[in-house]
């Protein structure tokens, strides 16, 4: 069973930065596909980024651009690097570990961290 534990998140105002982190372990990190995912208030969980083992990536249309996902499977660590943030982005944010890209996002087929909460405001 894979462990995640994100950190990074806060409030920032409109147009600000933030990089998300999320540490794992009990697995051989450099297999995994990694995800992050947001739930906002009153909305079901959405995908925002996945990077396959391989490093390909995937991001949502609504982050396209702004956000960056990336890996370092030395320190078993994945990275949401999130620009030009707006309040649309406030939501908490999960890390999602899988074994195959098909599997992320799958509650009963992927690891979830407890999340971390971002908020964009004024």
């Known amino acids: 069973q894979v462990q995640l534990v994100e950190s990074g998140g806060g409030l920032v105002q409109p147009g600000g930065s933030l990089t998300l982190s999320c540490a794992a372990s009990?697995?051989?990190?450099?297999?995994?596909?990694m995800g992050w995912y947001r739930q906002a208030p009153g909305k079901q969980r959405e995908f925002v980024a996945t990077?396959?083992?391989?490093?390909?990536?995937n991001y949502a249309d609504s982050v396209k651009g702004r956000f960056t996902i990336s890996r370092n499977n030395a320190k078993n660590t994945v990275y949401l690097q999130m620009n030009s943030l707006r309040p649309e982005d406030t939501a908490v944010y999960y890390c999602?570990?899988?074994?195959?890209?098909?599997?992320?996002?799958?509650?009963?087929?992927?690891?979830w961290g407890q999340g971390t909460q971002v908020t964009v405001s004024s």
């Open positions: 990077i396959t083992a391989g490093g390909r990536t």
């Open positions: 009990g697995t051989i990190f450099s297999m995994y596909a």
């Open positions: 999602n570990a899988a074994t195959t890209l098909t599997m992320l996002g799958r509650d009963g087929f992927s690891s």
